[in-house]
């Protein structure tokens, strides 16, 4: 099989996450009670941050075999993407050997950033077990020079720290599993990486070979996991699109049985599925569908070490990432991709230590707390803990004047969480439902810096998106709007795909609300991708009765994006509007990939 590369490698990249599919279909409902959930859940509720750790024989190739780097965006995915035989790539383990290895390092490194929790690697695609293994002598005890179990050392360092242990555990795929899913270059008649549960759960030959692989290691493994290692956390599973609904149920139930309180994500099978939801791998934008949720993502593109990944995240990009994911009541799980020698790579510890100063002056806007209350405010983001709501500005306000929008509380008192002298901020309120704060002229931390406003009585909050006349634009991102049609959907989420897609109906919209202060003048800006030779057509921007239209202009591949100035509107008094986006006319297959819409206030004169 040729390798693919350049866009097919992104969408084999993206479905080992299920996120072209999932970006289709609804998500199923829970079958947890609220009282269950709210048990098992507290301690990862209260975490809200932990770390995520791919380490196993791929890091010691490093996205490189015989020479040549392996096309794909993910080191760990080497056997797969570069083909390579099972004998062959058993002979990788015979040269790992992580002397430098210091598991109270690591789980140190993970407490100094603010991390609650660790996810270990137990088991990969790869089927190489970073434990000491009775099932299965593909293992780091049996195969390397290193012979000892670093999941022993780190037990006892996250017992030592208070960290959590969990672990990672591929349960649908193992490359070196003759009767599992992925390896088709040693076992041609296997299911393949790529191929569909549809395609292969009719054919007694692959379906029988396949429960023979989950009963004869992947349980067996699991068992080994939750009895050696004393109290895990959570498993955390991978690829459940790959398994049935009754085979998925047969982990979370598996795991119960041996330990009731260890929490499973929902990757075991599928939304509806496990105590929490998941994200896509690096999705910067969701759809929250589900109370409890977990974000997951790298410093830079790959999961496991990578000799030629240098597409380092800022450690501001990742602040803001996370604290977006807080304020969406979700937990975030960052992940690091430990060298070879089991060392944390400069970069990665540069990035951490980074995160670690912010985590050290803020985390109380952390740990503990629960979503915006306010939605997301033009500045920044919110999260709340009780009374307290925690304002996290990323755009610190050039007039010295921040609006808390939809708060109907007075305050008790505001200030800036790293201050230490706590010094009140005056407020006044504007309106009955929004607060204005007078802050200093220049942001504590350019990063974020967080504001905490102090509730008086229990919070009234109104978290529909408030205009802001001055300092900022009014942004409608189209993963915050409400679709209304056949066709029109969301996308991934991910890098350049936060847009709404497959715009082939002209009837299909969408729409957003929000209110005005005041009377005022925007102007419409409008921020879409279409891709040369599919896209086309007209629409039209509506609110207020007022009507703004615009001709879709192609190019590239529907990702590189145009901002189109459309024209001013007025609105004359305060209130909620709707904003909508319809189709006029589509002369392409499609109309186009919308991004967003801007109003952005017009200065009087």
């Not at 109370?291 to 593109?301: A, C, F, L, R, V």
């Not at 985590?359 to 629960?370: A, I, L, P, R, Y």
């Not at 307290?388 to 969480?417: C, M, Q, T």
Request: aromatic share 10%.
């Amino acid at each position: 099989m040729k390798l693919l590369q350049g866009v097919a490698m992104t969408k084999r990249d993206m479905y080992m996450d299920n996120a072209e599919a999932e970006a289709l279909q609804q998500a199923a409902k829970s079958e947890l009670s609220e009282e269950v959930q709210d048990r098992r859940l507290a301690w990862w509720r209260e975490a809200r941050f932990g770390m995520f750790i791919h380490w196993g024989l791929y890091s010691l190739l490093g996205g490189v075999w015989k020479g040549k780097e392996v096309p794909g965006a993910y080191g760990e995915h080497i056997m797969l993407r570069g083909q390579i035989p099972v004998k062959e790539y058993e002979t990788v383990a015979e040269s790992f050997n992580p002397t430098r290895f210091d598991a109270d390092a690591w789980v140190r490194a993970a407490k100094e950033a603010g991390m609650k929790y660790l996810v270990i690697t137990a088991k990969h695609h790869d089927g190489f077990a970073l434990y000491d293994s009775a099932v299965s002598d593909f293992n780091i005890v049996k195969r390397t020079p290193y012979g000892r179990d670093p999941m022993k050392d780190l037990a006892e360092a996250c017992r030592k720290h208070d960290v959590k242990l969990c672990f990672y555990y591929s349960h649908s795929m193992d490359w070196h599993h003759p009767d599992s899913q992925g390896n088709t270059h040693d076992y041609p008649n296997n299911i393949g990486a790529w191929d569909d549960l549809e395609s292969w759960i009719n054919d007694e030959d692959k379906r029988t070979r396949y429960e023979r692989y989950l009963n004869e290691k992947a349980f067996p493994q699991l068992k080994e996991l939750l009895t050696q290692y004393g109290d895990v956390g959570l498993i955390w599973f991978d690829c459940g699109h790959k398994v049935t609904d009754e085979q998925g149920q047969r982990f979370v139930d598996f795991v119960r049985s041996l330990q009731p309180d260890c929490l499973v994500n929902r990757r075991v099978r599928r939304d509806g599925f496990g105590d929490y939801g998941n994200s896509g791998d690096n999705q910067l934008h969701i759809r929250i569908n589900r109370k409890d949720w977990e974000s997951i993502h790298t410093m830079n593109n790959s999961w496991g070490y990578k000799k030629t990944d240098h597409n380092w995240k800022s450690v501001k990009s990742i602040l803001h990432n996370m604290i977006d994911v807080f304020s969406l009541n979700g937990n975030y799980l960052l992940n690091v991709g430990p060298t070879p020698e089991g060392e944390f790579d400069d970069k990665s510890i540069e990035i951490l230590q980074g995160v670690g100063r912010w985590m050290e002056q803020n985390d109380e806007s952390v740990h503990g707390t629960s979503g915006s209350p306010i939605g997301k405010p033009q500045w920044g983001r919110c999260t709340a803990n009780g009374q307290k709501l925690y304002l996290h500005v990323f755009d610190w306000p050039a007039s010295g004047e921040l609006i808390v929008p939809g708060l109907r509380n007075g305050l008790a008192r505001a200030y800036l969480l790293a201050d230490p002298k706590r010094t009140p901020l005056r407020w006044e309120r504007v309106g009955k439902e929004d607060i204005r704060l007078y802050v200093p002229s220049e942001a504590l931390d350019p990063d974020a810096t967080v504001i905490v406003a102090e509730a008086e009585g229990e919070l009234d909050a109104n978290p529909v998106k408030r205009l802001l006349e001055k300092d900022y634009a009014n942004r409608f991102g189209a993963f915050d709007g409400d679709i209304e049609g056949e066709k029109l959907r969301y996308d991934t989420g991910k890098k350049d795909r936060d847009v709404v897609t497959d715009w082939a109906n002209v009837a299909d919209r969408i729409r957003w609300t929000y209110r005005a202060a005041s009377p005022g003048d925007y102007s419409v800006k409008i921020v879409y991708g279409a891709q040369e030779g599919k896209a086309g057509g007209t629409f039209i921007v509506e609110t207020n009765g007022q009507k703004l239209t615009g001709s879709v202009t192609a190019k590239g591949n529907g990702y590189e994006f145009i901002e189109q100035e459309l024209g001013v509107i007025r609105l004359d008094e305060p209130g909620s509007y709707g904003l909508t986006v319809r189709a006029d006319t589509i002369t392409g297959d499609v109309l186009m990939n919308l991004k967003e819409v801007q109003l952005r206030p017009v200065k009087s004169r």
